[in-house]
């Protein structure tokens, strides 16, 4: 594909979001581009001339719109082919930061036969010159998507090329392994019980490879889509009041009366570096009052929806029949159990009883009000949250769904080689060795069809 650029047309496109801010961004993008905008733009310096300006310079001045007036003060930033973000010759146009000069500023841009940008076009014409690999541009959209510091932190690991070293080290070891089949084509005699052992285990030491990057592919999962917890229990267990705990602010209203919560609370928040769409819920129990039962219902419909629960008891009221009600209920779902109210003097729950009403679910002792046993409760939920996927030696990447596919495809050609090793000429083993290699360069995106690199940039936005 490289080598194409030359006829790639001219595209812009607004890349800050709409709305009022600082400035706004027009990012513009092609082979005509610099002389293009050089015309729409008056240098506050006499003799200036942009088009004749070197690689990562600034220059102030104004846009002019097509009277001729000035439109907008601008500051142009000029990066030449090939060191810019798509490879290309691309320039910047920092204006105000209102909807209106930025609208009017690309209107001016366009006007010059310069075509809008599609969504993610600047990232595609970067992964089709070469700047960016596959796993790389996909890394851009999570970058930005990112809802907690540790998805961020895995997807910068991925733009930085963090996957494709590992896809590169398992396309080496598999093209050495290639060598050797080959090489026993060309001396069949000298093949002996030695390759036959070393090829099985570059495949074998492959294999874990690829298993521990479909781990963390699943592991990544999390953190980049995150989980919904609903907190639920009786009336005045203190629902409430772990929600408001673990967010660390008064978000909930916590009174002694119960029935006090009588809708659903929806706050987003970061546990352990999950991002956790925590839910607090009407006190589950039968009642008289309609505005009261409706929300009881929504707490049901929320509860059934939420990927973990976290049930409460009291301690101070012991285990009580409304309780056994609501375990009814949920004892099915992911379910962490926490015994509040730790700080009572007396308490009227043990041990014993919750290992004989809720068997095998854990328990957290805890006092939400004087923030005891949270972090606790913080480590039950990560680990809930993995569920099992959580091992020492996992990779702190992170890979898509796309890839994971990729990688179980290179996975199968890998254990068909390994079956019939023994039975088979080594020479046969190169159409899934060979197998297995496609399957890896898709991920860094080599041989990509159209429409695969299509999709991978539908989720874009315009001006990236
Ligand atoms: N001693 C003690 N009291 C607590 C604790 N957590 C909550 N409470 C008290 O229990 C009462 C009820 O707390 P909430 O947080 O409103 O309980 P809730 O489960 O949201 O109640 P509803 O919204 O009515 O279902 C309040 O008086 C809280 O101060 C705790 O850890 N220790
Ligand atoms: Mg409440």
Not at 15 to 24: D, F, L, R
Not at 210 to 220: D, P, Q, S, T, V
Not at 233 to 245: C, E, I, Q, R, T
Not at 258 to 264: F, I, K, L, Q, S
Request: net charge negative.
């Amino acid at each position: 594909m490289q080598g194409l650029d030359m006829f790639y047309d001219d595209i812009a496109a607004i890349s800050t979001p709409p709305g009022e801010g600082g400035i706004a961004i027009i990012r513009l993008s092609g082979g005509q581009v610099i002389e293009k905008a050089s015309k729409i733009f008056r240098p506050y310096q006499d003799g200036v001339d942009i088009s004749k300006k070197a690689g990562y310079s600034l220059t102030l001045g104004w846009i002019k719109d097509e009277t001729g007036e000035d439109l907008d003060e601008v500051l142009i930033a000029l990066m030449r082919a090939p060191r810019s973000y798509t490879g290309e010759d691309t320039l910047e146009i920092h204006c105000h930061g209102g909807v209106l000069p930025a609208r009017r500023c690309l209107e001016t841009v366009l006007r010059q036969g310069i075509r809008i940008a599609e969504p993610g076009e600047f990232t595609r014409r970067a992964f089709l010159n070469g700047r960016l690999d596959a796993s790389q541009a996909e890394a851009v959209i999570e970058v930005i998507r990112a809802k907690s510091e540790k998805s961020m932190k895995l997807a910068v690991k991925q733009l930085s090329g963090h996957n494709s070293e590992y896809i590169h080290t398992l396309e080496d070891r598999l093209l050495e392994l290639n060598a050797m089949v080959e090489a026993s084509l060309d001396f069949p005699d000298e093949v002996g019980e030695l390759e036959y052992k070393k090829a099985e285990a570059t495949i074998l030491e492959s294999l874990a490879v690829i298993e521990r990057l479909i781990r963390a592919g699943k592991r990544a999962d999390i953190y980049r889509k995150g989980i919904a917890a609903a907190i639920c229990g009786k009336p005045n267990v203190g629902k409430s009041s772990l929600l408001n705990v673990l967010l660390k602010k008064e978000r909930a209203i916590v009174t002694s009366i119960p029935g006090t919560t009588r809708d659903v609370i929806e706050e987003q928040l970061s546990i352990k570096g999950i991002p956790v769409r925590l839910i607090d819920t009407a006190g589950i129990r039968a009642t008289e009052d309609i505005v009261e039962k409706i929300g009881v219902e929504r707490s049901r419909e929320v509860i059934r929806e939420a990927d973990l629960v976290i049930f409460l008891l009291d301690l101070g009221t012991g285990i009580t029949a409304e309780d056994l009600a609501i375990y009814k209920e949920i004892k099915h779902r992911n379910l962490i159990i926490l015994a509040n109210k730790e700080d009572l003097e007396k308490k009227h729950i043990t041990e014993d009883e919750l290992g004989h009403y809720f068997p095998g679910v854990r328990v957290v002792w805890a006092s939400a009000r004087e923030d005891k046993g949270i972090e606790e409760l913080e480590d039950r939920v990560e680990e809930m949250a993995l569920g099992g996927e959580l091992h020492s030696d996992d990779l702190e990447i992170m890979v898509n769904l796309r890839q994971r596919e990729a990688l179980i495809r290179a996975r199968e050609h890998l254990e068909d080689v390994l079956q019939v090793m023994q039975a088979v000429p080594l020479d046969c083993l190169g159409v899934d060795i060979w197998g297995a290699l496609e399957a890896l360069g898709e991920i860094t995106g080599k041989n990509l069809k159209e429409e695969v690199i299509d999709r991978m940039f539908t989720d874009f936005c315009i001006g990236k």
